[in-house]
């Protein structure tokens, strides 16, 4: 299947998103499609995926698990990420975390470990610095999301213990991208990356 029309559906979604969202009579709707678009927008990517063997099972499997359960561990303790919570635009909860933050990590894990696969570089050259890149995104997410009440902070800005816990998370989960073995490239993963940076930073400039 050759991606070019998926291409141009992601990025016709993430326009729509934008728009919509910065319209009052169409917002609340596309706050209630934001984990139907997240849930499509890694289901292309998957679907685009060149080696389903054991490992990559395994790396989807831990990667949601663990992106998913440390943050509950991060609203229940506030020990990870600091004192926060989850509201409405990402779906319904279970144990007050909606599960498709799982679903969120294990897309941009992907992402960033596949645009960097072809990097000539040793492993934690690109563990660090892809871990640095989930760090930044975070960085400029933040603010949209709260605006679009995805998540809040007990503090009027997220700590910097928000951005350690990110980027010793990010590290972890592409290590363990980089060293199973599973064929990592997919034409979808660094268009879609770009999307993503480019949704958060535009409605940076709108807000």
Not at 89 to 109: A, C, E, H, Q, S
Not at 133 to 154: G, K, N, Q, V, Y
Request: aromatic share 18%; charged share 10%; glycine share 6%.
């Amino acid at each position: 299947m050759k991606p070019k029309p998926y291409l141009y559906l992601l990025t016709s979604m993430y326009v729509a998103g934008i728009i919509g969202l910065n319209i009052p009579l169409t917002a609340p709707l596309f706050r209630f499609l934001t984990p139907f678009n997240l849930l499509a927008s890694c289901g292309i990517l998957l679907y685009f995926h060149q080696e389903w063997n054991r490992n990559f099972l395994i790396f989807i499997t831990l990667t949601f698990l663990i992106g998913y359960f440390i943050e509950v561990i991060g609203v229940k303790t506030g020990m990870i990420f600091g004192e926060y919570q989850y509201e409405t635009t990402l779906g319904f909860k279970i144990l007050n975390v909606p599960p498709v933050i799982g679903v969120n990590w294990l897309l941009l894990v992907y992402c960033v470990g596949s645009s960097f696969c072809r990097v000539t570089k040793p492993l934690y050259f690109k563990v660090l610095y892809g871990a640095l890149l989930m760090t930044m995104f975070d960085f400029l997410a933040e603010p949209i999301a709260i605006r679009l009440d995805m998540w809040s902070w007990h503090e009027i800005t997220p700590p910097l213990q928000n951005y350690i816990g990110w980027f010793i998370t990010s590290a972890f989960l592409l290590t363990l991208f980089h060293t199973l073995k599973f064929r990592k490239d997919n034409p979808i993963a660094l268009w879609l990356l770009i999307l993503q940076i480019c949704f958060f930073g535009i409605q940076s400039l709108i807000f």
